[in-house]
Nanobody
């Protein structure tokens, strides 16, 4: 099984930056992609960004050009660098691992952006 632990959330001002990290443990060999999602109060969870084992990245239009997902290797954390934050980025951010068996979710980390 895979376990995910997120960290790095907190409070930022509009225009500021935060970096989230997600560390996977357990059967990491079974992971072929890592993703970040977020869920704002009263809204559905939405996709933010993803990175495959080969390093291919993809972003939601709402964060393109402001957020960056990265990972050095399979044992390293997955980072989500968030720049030029906006109040609408306020949400609980969840790390997701797509494995060959199931999708695994982390516990989430809260990001609050003040205007």
């Amino acid at each position: 099984q895979v376990q995910l632990v997120e960290s790095g959330g907190g409070l930022a001002q509009a225009g500021g930056s935060l970096r989230l990290s997600c560390l996977a443990s357990g059967s990491i060999f079974s992971i072929h992609a890592m993703r970040w999602y977020r869920q704002a109060p009263g809204k559905q969870r939405e996709y933010v960004a993803s990175i495959t084992n080969s390093g291919n990245t993809n972003y939601a239009d709402s964060v393109k050009g402001r957020f960056s997902i990265s990972r050095d290797n399979a044992r390293a954390p997955v980072y989500l660098q968030m720049n030029n934050l906006k109040p609408e980025d306020t949400a609980v951010y969840y790390c997701n691992a797509e494995t060959i068996y199931v999708a695994v979710w982390g516990q989430g980390t809260l990001v609050t952006v003040s205007s």
